[in-house]
């Protein structure tokens, strides 16, 4: 039976879960809010299924991909709407088409992220952009075998220890499924973004209540809609931007954060303002797993894998219009066949030059080493402390030693 060693050593893809044939694994959040599994003895036959699938027991050889690409989506709409070059929606778009089913992660009622799946293309917009929190996997492992059975094309996205996860669950290889991974930094612990987004409606409450000495009509705004990687300034100055609906009948036009310029906009903050990005950056609030990922570097057995593309400004500079550029890295037959019956804007370009601009594609997050001060804070305090740890743990020297690891290990690769 799964017995995890430490927290490092689960990624918490559940596949496990979804295995047991007893159905004794429950998935609970520990403090931190990330989900650990926890089997029932009583009810456990010992079959060892759970650890057969877990991709932590279980890892493949690193793959290197046949092509790379850098792609842009024709449609500058749904690129500005996506968090890189928004080849996700023409891949989604290409299996609705076909008569196939979705999955990907999307955000649930309380803003938190789930993973589902739509059958049509009105629903892929939930999936579009980046949600930088870990997302419940919920059963669709068990959704995506049964509609493979039923011999629908089916395509499965998320992180790439999701699939592999998957992949182990499957047990066997599927010619109508295609595996999408994003390449990922790590994931943000669900409990700090719940408690950062309950601190942003508590202030705009606070002002909205100021405001209602001369406006009583003025309530609580309800979200509705978040995004992580919003283009207004840029791809590369990215923003997070929570939308909110005035209840406000009267005065539309209340400003809650000072870089606002729309009516209904409750947060907008650049990346080098925003405390909860700037907190998931510098690895303080990821899932322990990421700094030993089972699955990166094609560990995962995905068709295709796709990620920023940071380095085109150097390696493209043509190309670089700050609009968002995907890398897609094709890495079996089958993600050659799907690429190839797509008509996105693209070139070919090396490995070599995707990587140089992303590590995150071969390379597990250096845990902060202020991990367990900012825990211990967040726990009393909530996020008081936040900006004193984030001085702290991201001093000059470190940045200059992280960016010396860059170039290093771009040198390595080229020799290689
Ligand atoms: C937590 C996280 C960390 C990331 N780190 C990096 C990085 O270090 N380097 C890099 O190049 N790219 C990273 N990305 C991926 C990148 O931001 C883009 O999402 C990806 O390149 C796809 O872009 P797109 O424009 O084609 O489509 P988009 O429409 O932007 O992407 C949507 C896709 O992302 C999936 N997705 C969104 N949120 C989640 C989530 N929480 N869990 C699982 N799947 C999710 C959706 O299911 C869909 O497949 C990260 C994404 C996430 C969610
Ligand atoms: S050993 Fe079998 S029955 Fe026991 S928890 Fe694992 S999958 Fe379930
Ligand atoms: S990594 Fe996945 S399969 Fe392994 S113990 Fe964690 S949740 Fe279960
Ligand atoms: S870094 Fe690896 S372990 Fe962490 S969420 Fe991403 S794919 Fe999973």
């Known amino acids: 039976m799964i017995n995890i060693r430490d927290k490092y050593s689960c990624c918490g893809c559940a596949a496990c879960v979804q295995a047991c044939p007893k159905d004794c694994i429950s998935f609970e959040e520990d403090e931190q809010g990330f989900r650990y599994p926890f089997v029932d003895k009583i009810r456990c036959i010992d079959c060892g299924l759970c650890e057969k699938v877990c991709p932590f027991i279980n890892q493949s050889e690193p793959l290197k991909p046949q092509k790379v690409y850098a792609a842009k989506n024709p449609n500058d709409e749904i690129r500005l709407k996506s968090s890189s070059g928004g080849i996700f929606t023409m891949l989604a ?34 999936f579009r952009g980046s949600k930088y929190l870990q997302s419940r996997i919920g059963n669709t492992y068990v959704q995506v075998r049964d509609f493979l059975i039923e011999g629908r094309k089916v395509l499965f996205s998320g992180t790439s220890c999701q699939i592999a996860g998957l992949k182990l669950f499957l047990r066997k290889d599927y010619d109508n499924l295609l595996t999408i991974d994003i ?20 202030r705009s409450k606070g002002l909205n209540e100021k405001k209602s000495v001369s406006n009583p009509l003025i309530e609580v705004p309800v979200i509705t809609g978040i995004s992580f990687r919003d283009k207004l300034y840029g791809w590369k100055k990215y923003s997070i931007v929570i939308r909110a609906e005035s209840t406000c009948k009267e005065n539309k036009n209340i400003l809650l ?16 303002k ?54 897609v890295l094709v890495n079996t037959i089958r993600g050659c066949r799907f690429f190839d019956n797509l008509h996105p804007i693209y070139t070919e370009t090396t490995y070599f030059e995707g990587f140089f601009g992303n590590p995150s594609i071969e390379n597990s997050i250096t845990e902060n080493r202020y991990v367990s001060v900012f825990w211990s804070s967040f726990r009393k305090e909530g996020f008081k402390y936040a900006n004193k740890i984030l001085r702290k743990s991201s001093p000059l020297l470190s940045r200059f030693l992280f960016k010396i690891n860059r170039i290093y290990i771009g040198i390595k690769r080229f020799l290689t």
């Open 257 to 272: 954060s000072s870089m606002n310029t729309h009516e209904d906009i409750l947060l907008n903050e650049t990346l080098d």
């Open 93 to 126: 778009e290409f299996i609705i088409d076909e008569g196939g089913v979705v999955f990907g992660a999307r955000f649930d009622k309380n803003w938190e992220v789930e993973h589902g799946y739509t059958q049509i293309k009105e629903g892929i917009e939930a």
């Open 183 to 202: 390449v990922c930094h790590g994931v943000p612990s669900p409990l700090i973004w719940r408690t950062y987004l309950n601190d942003i409606k508590s």
């Open 274 to 327: 925003n405390l909860f990005l700037q907190v998931f950056l510098n690895n303080l609030c990821l899932r322990p797993s990421c700094a030993a990922c089972p699955a990166k570097s094609g560990k995962c057995g995905s068709d295709l894998t796709i990620a920023d593309y940071w380095g085109v400004a150097s390696h493209h500079p043509e190309w670089d219009d700050d609009k968002g550029t995907s890398l």
